[in-house]
T-cell receptor, first 113, second 113 residues
Framework: AQSVAQPEDQVNVAEGNPLTVKCTYS??????LFWYVQYPNRGLQFLLK??????LVKGSYGFEAEFNKSQTSFHLKKPSALVSDSALYFC???????????FGAGTTVTVRA | DAMVIQNPRYQVTQFGKPVTLSCSQT?????MYWYQQKSSQAPKLLFH???????NEADTPDNFQSRRPNTSFCFLDIRSPGLGDAAMYLC????????????FGAGTRLSVL
């Protein structure tokens, strides 16, 4: 079985401040981890992934995420948040030998001007 | 340019009246997925096609069916929509590779009157 936990339903930050969205996972074997963003009335948009290699992965729109195997975490970060980053963020995991994703419940990010 | 296209973006149907949602892709991916998403919750996988092989999730109601006439197109048929079927329906595609990133369409928001 595989699962993802996003412990915060909402994250509120001021524009220009660092943004962190937390994610922990549970999966047998090596995890394949993903972050997606969803704007209102739109589909999910791929941000970044961790498959193997460097624990710090960089993605679209200035986002990055750090894979921490000992803590089974994959937190999403942005050094300086923008109002336009306000959206719903999903963390997802799959096993290396599968292609179906398990999504977390999502975290709503609000960046205030 | 949109690579996974869903039509229509908004669909209104009547209780019990069959409805078909459409998804097309220009990515030539061999896997196509249908998800149901309710009010900012995590997307819930209904079923997927691996090439022509149909894979139904165990908890997907019989009311939901799918067709994939060719690589590019996939349809979601709801035989007798109930009020509880009002949701956003998301189509996604992926290639079965070591990365296997899923690419999503913009979604179809279904209303049931």
């Amino acid at each position: 079985a595989q699962s993802v936990a996003q412990p915060e339903d909402q994250v509120n930050v001021a524009e220009g401040n660092p943004l962190t969205v937390k994610c922990t996972y549970s999966v047998s074997g090596n995890p394949y981890l993903f972050w997606y963003v969803q704007y209102p009335n739109r589909g999910l948009q791929f941000l970044l992934k961790y498959i193997t290699g460097d624990n710090l992965v960089k993605g679209s729109y200035g986002f990055e995420a750090e894979f921490n195997k000992s803590q089974t975490s994959f937190h999403l970060k942005k050094p300086s948040a923008l109002v336009s980053d306000s959206a719903l963020y999903f963390c997802a995991v799959r096993r290396s030998n599968d292609y179906k994703l398990s999504f977390g419940a999502g975290t709503t990010v609000t960046v205030r001007a | 340019d949109a690579m996974v296209i869903q039509n229509p973006r908004y669909q209104v149907t009547q209780f019990g009246k069959p409805v078909t949602l459409s998804c097309s892709q220009t990515l030539n991916h061999n896997v196509m997925y249908w998800y149901q998403q309710k009010s900012s919750q995590a997307p819930k996988l209904l079923f997927h096609y691996y090439d022509k092989d149909f894979n139904n999730e165990a908890d997907t109601p019989d009311n939901f069916q799918s067709r994939r006439p060719n690589t590019s197109f996939c349809f979601l048929d709801i035989r007798s929509p109930g009020l509880g079927d009002a949701a956003m329906y998301l189509c996604a595609t992926s290639r079965v590779t070591s990365e296997g990133i899923q690419y999503f369409g913009a979604g179809t928001r279904l209303s049931v009157l």
